[in-house]
């Protein structure tokens, strides 16, 4: 015996588990035919010109007594037509016959046996000749002779001769037939007809259980008549491949039982098996054994391994067994995978693979190949092997179809003011679970594992390129890389200065600034200055009606603020401002001039001058403070360049 066996890789250890299924039992056709072959009565007229009816029955080998009959009434007598095959001698039939008139009393005009010679072809060598086939037409004429055991009025034996012609068509049970007696010279005739049976067999190999179930049939003079459906079951022996014995068995049906006896033996050529039969009562409706010899023939189609020896006698095969189940399955929507499965038992064996319990066309191999699954492809796999011993089928292997990730809605980017919270979205579709992780730049984020990056608090250093890897067990999908933003909002850190310039000289403002994106705008007495845009406002050729107050607005996106003003003095003379006396004395005061250094001084009398300072304006500006305070009811101040 071969095992076929295929090996995969599994993911777990699992009991070989699965159903068996029985041995299928099996059909095949019966059919046979009696060797013996029904003739009814036939009607003549003797010398004497009395009207006669002749009856055959069986023959009983015994000249002293009236032939075999079955009395039905006073008036009525039943005879069973056969004509059989006299023993040992081919081709040679005999039957006791009895000759009845109406014009007699008793009404028995003779009886005695009759015999004739018919031919013996045997064209398919079953052991039945032609003349007893269905199948076969028959044409015959032959001749015979008449043996009278008794005769009225004289009692004296004798024998007269005859010319029987029969005739029949191809697949008919009932020919006709026509008879002429030497001493008679009148043809007269009547109908014959083959006993046959045909039907169907069905047999389980691994039990040898048989069951027939058949029509067989009956002479139409007989109690029944026509045709019994029978059945009946035994167990049968294969001798070896060519012959299989059936022993004693019995079938019923239409009220009769008939017996095979036992011991037939039925030999094999191809696909038939035919052998001789022994009926213990071919006509149960008569009192007496007859049609008793019978060619039966079993022509079995079956032979599941192909070796040309029909499954009736091949011998019993090992019914398959699983060795190796399907492993379950996850494939990638429109990706290929595969089952496959290992069976033993003897080969070969036939595989059918089912999904959900439907058989799948052209899955008849150990491996199920799936190409282009989709999820219609998804659900419970087995397999089935089958060869004469019956079928097996292994556990269920499921398929699980996932598909990757696809992202239906990408990030957005933009921007958010430092200090305040940020949040990026993403959505996708695909097969749970699905995982995610944002990236900044090219790294992975701690613990962005969720459709939606929040940031609480954004600061400088988040700013930049942020993107999402979405993935499942069937792939990743990368989104689009959107832009960050983290705005910090504009500070001054160094304000702009006044300054005194004489005319024609080119003049610079700055301003320091912190922040993002910034804007700048420079005014003048609170008009745009045209051009002024940048953190340095450059003033070339100026003139005494350029000074004024400048500011500048510097802006982002978050806010603006706005400069201190710094003034702007073009061409001015030295010129002392602003004096300021405060609660202590103090007198304090503002020099224009020119850049450079100056000497600031005091007096009480415009004659006396007494320098109190001496301070750089390297911006033409500067300013001076004196705390003394002497009483003076006025005081006069000056400067003078150094």
Known sequence: ?????????????????????????RTASI????????????????????????????????????????????????????LRPRASEPGNYEADYASYTTALNPPWKEYGSFVVTLPTDDTDGNGLPDICRSNKAVN????????????????????????????????????????RLSSEGTV??????????????????????????????????????GTRTVTGSTTYTVLNANQIVLPQFSVTGGGATYTFQSGCTLNRTGARYVGSATLVDGLPDTGWADATSWVIEINDPNDWDGNGIPDISDAIPTPPFIISNPQSRTAVLSSNTSFSVSFGGSMPLSYQWQLAGTNLPGATSATLNLTNVQFASAG?????????????????????VIFPPSITDQPVGGSVIAGQSAQLNVAAIGTDPLYYQWRHETTNVPGATDPILY??????????????????????????????????????????????????VTVTFNVGATGTGLQYRWLRNGTNVPGGNFARLTLNNVRADSGGIFSVIVSNSASSVRSANATLYVGWPVTLTNFVRDASGTVRADLIGLPGDYIFQSSSNLTDWVSLTTNNAPAGLTSFSDSADNGESRRFYRAKVK
């Not at 009278?148 to 697949?171: F, K």
């Not at 419970?380 to 699980?400: E, F, K, M």
């Not at 940031?455 to 999908?477: E, K, T």
């Open 380 to 400: 419970d796999y087995r397999a089935i092997a089958s060869n004469g011993g019956g079928s097996a089928t292994s556990q269920v292997a499921t398929l699980t």
């Open 140 to 179: 015959v004429s032959t001749t015979g002779a008449l043996y009278v055991d008794w005769q009225y009025p004289s009692g004296v034996p004798t024998t007269d001769g005859l010319i029987l012609t029969m005739s029949r068509g191809i697949n008919q049970l009932v020919g006709s037939y026509t008879i």
């Open 31 to 82: 059919k046979g035919s009696s060797q013996s072959l029904y003739f009814g009565g036939f009607n003549h007229y003797d010398t004497s010109g009395r009207l006669l009816s002749t009856f055959l029955t069986t023959y009983d080998g015994r000249t002293d007594v009236f032939p075999l009959n079955q009395r039905i009434n006073l008036n009525s007598y039943l005879f069973s037509g056969e």
């Open 455 to 504: 940031i609480a608090h954004a600061q400088p250093q988040d700013a930049g390129q942020y993107s999402v890897v979405v993935s499942n067990a069937a792939g990743i999908a990368i989104s689009s890389t959107v832009i960050l933003s983290v705005v910090i909002p504009p500070a001054i850190t160094n304000q702009p200065q006044s300054q005194s310039v004489k005319t024609n």
């Open 188 to 225: 007269n005739g009547g109908n014959f007809q083959l006993l046959n049976v045909g039907g169907s067999v069905s047999y389980t190999r691994s039990t040898a259980a048989i069951t027939f179930n058949f029509a067989i049939s009956d002479p139409p003079s007989l109690g029944f008549g």
């Open 1 to 25: 015996m071969k095992l076929l066996k295929h090996l995969w890789v599994t993911c777990c250890t699992a009991a070989l588990l699965g159903t068996a299924s029985a041995e299928p039992q």
